[in-house]
């Protein structure tokens, strides 16, 4: 079974994929860093050099590779799911987990992050607001499940995912909440 992460840049789709591929014995893949390895180079620099439609065809391949391969935890790209490829292939792969993050707390973890392409504007709080607007639908149709990422810990969400898959027994149904324990 594959487990693919999506959601905002910023979001810890690499961390907690991580901490989850290890829980459950699965192969990890971070999409962008998969693609760089293919590259050769950063996908900022591709970014700069070839456009973001480019890089985007790009990323679908990739997607499509990893989602056909073995049972793995994928992290994707903030962007994977522009297409609608990418969410339909990605939802036929397995249970698709959106890590959903206010735009003002992935700015509060962003804002020193030269790193990434599409928030070296002149307002990344804005540009992370107007990201949100459009793809928040987006990562909600993709996904199975949606974890509210809040202020829990790496581990704390980890064990929210698990908790998710166990009950339901995999990826049926539309996505469902899971907010942090004791929110308001």
């Known amino acids: 079974m594959t487990i693919t992460l999506v959601g905002m840049p ?51 391949q990739v997607l499509a590779q990893l989602a056909q391969g073995p049972a793995a935890v994928i992290a994707t790209g903030g962007g994977a799911v522009l297409r609608e490829a990418n969410r339909e292939c990605l939802r036929a792969a397995g249970p698709v987990v959106y890590l959903r ?43 199975h499940y949606r974890i509210e990422t809040g202020r829990p810990s790496v581990p704390r969400l980890v064990n929210m995912i698990l908790m998710q898959l166990e009950l339901d027994g995999g990826a049926e149904g539309a996505a469902r909440d899971e907010g942090p324990a004791g929110a308001a």
């Open 10 to 60: 910023g979001s810890g789709k690499t961390t907690v994929g991580r901490q989850l591929a290890r829980r459950l014995g699965l192969p990890f893949f971070d999409s962008d860093h998969v693609i760089e390895e293919r590259l050769g180079c950063s996908i900022r620099e591709y970014f700069a050099r070839e456009g973001e439609a480019a890089f985007r065809d790009l990323e679908q």
């Open 101 to 143: 993050s206010t735009p003002e707390e992935l700015y509060r973890r962003l804002r020193h992050d030269t790193t990434r392409p599409l928030l070296q504007v002149a307002d990344p709080l804005a540009r992370l607001r107007e990201l949100y607007a459009q793809r928040d639908p987006l990562y909600q149709q993709a996904a």
